[in-house]
């Protein structure tokens, strides 16, 4: 399972409405209870390639959210980013680029009025969807 | 020398290089990290001749992209 506060659901929502059609990206930290992950705090990020179809964290801000985890005691749980016109589901290049099998990778999906968020665990060219749950 | 690694401390050999480092630390899928030494990123290509210094610290960082297609 991972949680997310809808607080923290409602910022990355906000964010990718403002960047659309460009996609939008960010990092997800919290903490691992179990076989929980918790987020804590979401991070958001440049998407350096500014494109509709592709995204490419800013590895500055990355840098710097890395050490901002580290400074306060956060373990890093994976990113996320938006389809702005597609499904909430990983695209094959997506799959391709998902290179840590540890990570959550969150895709929010803008085509219909109401926002869907997805957590998949991806290994390969597989993908699983993990159980999300946004809470207040 | 001693240099931080991830914001860890750690002794290495005297003129490691950010190569080496990588393969000491069993860095997995090198091809897809990004290094930065005291917040500058290394060039890539440039790994093996970038030679570390006392005091140095050393962060990798896992390209993160994708696309909707």
């Known amino acids: 399972m991972i949680k997310l506060k809808k607080s923290d659901f409602e910022k990355i929502v906000a964010h990718a409405r403002k960047e659309a059609p460009i996609e939008a990206c960010g990092l997800i930290a919290g903490e691992l209870s179990g076989g929980d992950k918790i987020i804590k705090k979401v991070y958001i990020l440049t998407n350096v390639d500014h494109a509709e179809e592709h995204f490419t964290l800013d590895p500055k ?5 890395v050490k901002d985890m580290r400074a306060n005691g956060l373990t890093p749980l994976g990113n996320w980013h938006s389809h702005p016109v597609s499904p909430s589901r990983p695209s094959d290049e997506d799959k391709r680029l998902a290179y840590d099998s540890s990570a959550s990778y969150m895709i929010l999906s803008l085509m219909d009025a109401e926002p869907v968020l997805n957590s998949f665990h991806i ?5 699983e ?4 749950v946004i809470e207040d | 020398m001693n240099i931080t690694v991830a914001g860890e401390k750690k002794e290495v050999k005297d003129g490691l290089t950010v190569a080496e480092l990588i393969v000491n630390e069993n860095v997995e899928m090198p091809d897809y990290v990004t290094v930065s030494v005291n917040d500058e990123f290394v060039e890539a290509g440039t790994f093996a001749d970038t030679a570390l210094k006392e005091g140095d610290s050393v962060e990798f960082l896992y ?3 994708g696309g909707s297609r």
């Not at chain 1, 290994?123 to 993908?127: A, L, M, T």
């Not at chain 1, 969807?129 to 999300?132: D, I, M, S, W």
């Open chain 1, 129 to 132: 969807k993990e159980q999300l």
């Open chain 1, 61 to 65: 801000e990355q840098l710097t959210a």
């Open chain 1, 123 to 127: 290994e390969g060219d597989k993908s």
């Open chain 2, 63 to 65: 390209f993160m992209g």
